[in-house]
């Protein structure tokens, strides 16, 4: 944090403060922590828990189906995002790199990854994706039902989506 004192009200710099002075970097501790896979399973099962939850933003249709187009654009962008930092770099296990293969883009998609962001921001204004988000945040943790989910990592995952989501907006 600026201007911040050591001492006893000291706190070090936040991840979403860390992501406004360095996008590049942001989107490389991503990339560092979740594979594409990992965000793959990761939004499925959120997407799964806001459809099932009743008390959230989606308990109606439109909102549901809103939900879904949203979703398959963003991983399409995300998987794009991953592609443009992808190609930069050279030190990628066999394993790792199998795991951060886009599923959704087009071989030409994977060579040219900005169309598909600058899709996304036509498509979607930057208020829509942070509402969004914070909805499918809602919808998850309200969610009661049989299906379990870690919620110490809950914030953790919705923090690095809205970082992913304000790289779009910067990028374009």
Known sequence: MENA?????????HF?????????????DIIDTYTLDDLRQELALWQELALCNDDSAYAEAPARENLLAFLQAFQRTIE???????????????????????????????????????????????????????????????????KKIQLGSVVFFYQRLCVLGSLVYQMV
Do not use: C, W
């Not at 962001?117 to 829509?128: D, G, K, L, P």
């Open 5 to 13: 004192r050591p001492g006893r009200f000291h706190k070090p710099d």
């Open 16 to 28: 979403l403060t860390l992501a406004t002075a360095s996008p590049v970097r942001a989107l490389a």
């Open 80 to 146: 794009a995002l991953y592609t443009t930092r992808l190609k930069k770099l050279k030190y990628q296990s066999p394993a790792r790199a199998a795991l951060n293969t886009p599923t959704l883009l087009t071989l030409q998609e994977q060579a040219q990854p900005m169309p598909v962001i600058r899709q996304f921001a036509e498509t979607f204004t930057s208020a829509y994706t942070q509402a969004e988000l914070l909805d499918l945040l809602e919808a998850v943790i309200s969610y009661r039902g049989k």
